[in-house]
T-cell receptor
């Protein structure tokens, strides 16, 4: 089946530890995105990547890092520098990322990160 | 910077009735896209409907339709014949036509369907 997968579904981290969230897509989409969702709020963009080996900061990139070594994969690392990392993290992808006339972002099932 | 506002934190409707969710946005651009996403209890974001700003005709998808008022910067979602499966958080989102492809989301509206 084509789609976006995120793992794990639930993740627990101790303070001071880095943790990496996985996002994989087999839709042959060019662009991928990471959003954060806090209770009572909409989604906010952390990082996005329009092509392999290139990515840009979103609105709340501090304390996070990403890589885009393969078209299919866009892992997100939550570092110890992120002061309040407990949140729901959603990955998305779209068919074209640069100046596209029409593209829609499709979302994965999300990862719930809790810092203990 | 663009902003999206959903002024109704919660809405409820009787099953089989019609409900309208409100969304307003602020932008200085003339071309852009607007979206409604649904987030059920599973928390996966599901695209409901999309509107291109350059199209005057309102988008429709089965029981879902929008009322797009470009001058008023308003983008409401109408759900007809509401079903129990429509219960979810609904998010309005804005995206620029060119440049950065990020979505700007509203705060969401929680929709409850009463049987």
């Amino acid at each position: 089946d084509g789609g976006i997968t995120q793992s794990p579904k639930y993740l627990f981290r101790k303070e001071g530890q880095n943790v990496t969230l996985s996002c994989e897509q087999n839709l042959n989409h060019d662009a991928m995105y990471w959003y954060r969702q806090d209770p009572g709020q909409g989604l906010r963009l952390i990082y996005y990547s329009q092509i392999v080996n290139d990515f840009q900061k979103g609105d709340i990139a501090e304390g996070y890092s990403v890589s885009r070594e393969k078209k299919e994969s866009f892992p997100l690392t939550v570092t110890s520098a992120q002061k309040n990392p407990t949140a729901f993290y959603l990955c998305a992808s779209s068919i074209r990322g640069a100046g596209a006339s029409t593209d829609t972002q499709y979302f994965g099932p999300g990862t719930r990160l809790t810092v203990l | 910077a663009q902003t999206v506002t959903q002024s109704q934190p919660e809405m409820s409707v009787q099953e089989a009735e019609t409900v309208t969710l409100s969304c307003t946005y602020d932008t200085s651009e003339s071309d852009y896209y607007l979206f409604w996403y649904k987030q059920p209890p599973s928390r996966q974001m599901i695209l409901v409907i999309r509107q291109e700003a350059y199209k005057q005709q309102n988008a429709t998808e089965n029981r879902f339709s929008v009322n797009f008022q470009k001058a008023a910067k308003s983008f409401s979602l109408k759900i007809s014949d509401s079903q129990l499966g429509d219960a979810a958080m609904y998010f309005c989102a804005y995206r620029r036509l060119q440049g950065a492809q990020k979505l700007v989301f509203g705060q969401g509206t929680r929709l409850t369907i009463n049987p």
